[in-house]
C-alpha cells in the first residue's frame, strides 16, 4: 500500500528565511510525486511535480528515492507563501492520489 | 477556460439520509475523480471516473457510488449517511488521455456535508 507522511502538522517561519516542508513516502513502484498547495479561500492546486524539477514561485523539491522523500524547500521564505501545502503521490495503476496530511506553514514578518 | 464547480457548497442531512453532490469539470477534461476530507486531514480517494465508466476506486464502502454523463460531468452519490461521513467532498478533474494517467488535477472548492 501507498503511504504519505508530512511529519509536521504547523511549521512557522520568519520572512527571509529558508524554508523545507518534508514529506516521505512508501511506495513499492516508482513514484510520481507532487507538492499541492491551498491558500486561503481558495481551492487546491498544484504546485510542482517531480518530473519536471521545475521551480514555482521560488519552490523546489527534490525526490529522494534512497530516503524516500519529496522535501519542499524555498531558499527566501514571502508572507504570500503562507498556506496549506500538501504532499502526494500518483499510482497509475489505481489511478489515484494519496495525499499526506498536509503542512500548514505561517510566515511572519 | 472554465474551472471545476461543484454543487451544493454546504448542506446538512441526517443519518440513514441519501445525498447527491454536482460536479462540472473543467473545459475539455474527460476524467474526474472524488475526494474526501475529512477535518484536519489530507483528501481521500474515494472513486475515479472516465467515458462514464468507474475505472478506480479507494477504500470506501459500496454505499459511495457514482456517475460520469456524456459531458463529462458527474455525480458522488452516498447512501445511507454515518455520522463520520461529515466531511468536505472534492472533485477534480483531469485530462487523463486514457483514464487519469496523471497527478496533475484541478479542483472544485467542494462541498461541505454535515450529517446530524
Known amino acids: 500500500a501507498q503511504r504519505v507522511t508530512q511529519p509536521e502538522k504547523l511549521l512557522s517561519v520568519f520572512k527571509g528565511a529558508p524554508v523545507e516542508l518534508k514529506c516521505n513516502y512508501s511506495y513499492s513502484g516508482s513514484p510520481e510525486l507532487f507538492w499541492y498547495v491551498q491558500y486561503s479561500r481558495q481551492r487546491l492546486q498544484l504546485l510542482l511535480r517531480h518530473i519536471s524539477r521545475e521551480s514555482i514561485k521560488g519552490f523546489t523539491a527534490d525526490l ?20 496549506m501545502y500538501y504532499c502526494a503521490l500518483f499510482s497509475g495503476s489505481a489511478r489515484q492520489l494519496t495525499f499526506g496530511s498536509g503542512t500548514q506553514l505561517t510566515v511572519l514578518p | ?34 475526494y474526501q476530507q475529512a477535518l484536519g ?60 494517467k496523471t497527478g496533475e488535477l484541478f479542483f472544485g472548492e467542494g462541498s461541505r456535508l454535515t450529517v446530524l
Do not use: M
Not at chain 1, 529522494?64 to 498556506?83: C, I, R, V, W, Y
Not at chain 2, 443519518?15 to 477534461?29: A, D, E, F, I, W
Not at chain 2, 480517494?45 to 457510488?65: A, H, K, T
Open chain 1, 64 to 83: 529522494n528515492k534512497g530516503e524516500t522523500s519529496f522535501h519542499l524547500k524555498k531558499p527566501f521564505a514571502q508572507e504570500e507563501d503562507s498556506a
Open chain 2, 1 to 34: 477556460e472554465t474551472g471545476v464547480t461543484q454543487s451544493p457548497t454546504h448542506l446538512i442531512k441526517t443519518r440513514g439520509q441519501q445525498v447527491t453532490l454536482r460536479c462540472s469539470s473543467q473545459s475539455g477534461h474527460n476524467t474526474v475523480s472524488w
Open chain 2, 41 to 100: 486531514q489530507g483528501p481521500q480517494f474515494i472513486f475515479q471516473y472516465y467515458r462514464e465508466e468507474e475505472n478506480g476506486r479507494g477504500n470506501f464502502p459500496p454505499r459511495f457510488s457514482g456517475l460520469q454523463f456524456p459531458n463529462y460531468s458527474s455525480e458522488l452519490n452516498v447512501n445511507a449517511l454515518e455520522l463520520d461521513d461529515s466531511a468536505l467532498y472534492l472533485c477534480a478533474s483531469s485530462l487523463g488521455g486514457g483514464g487519469g
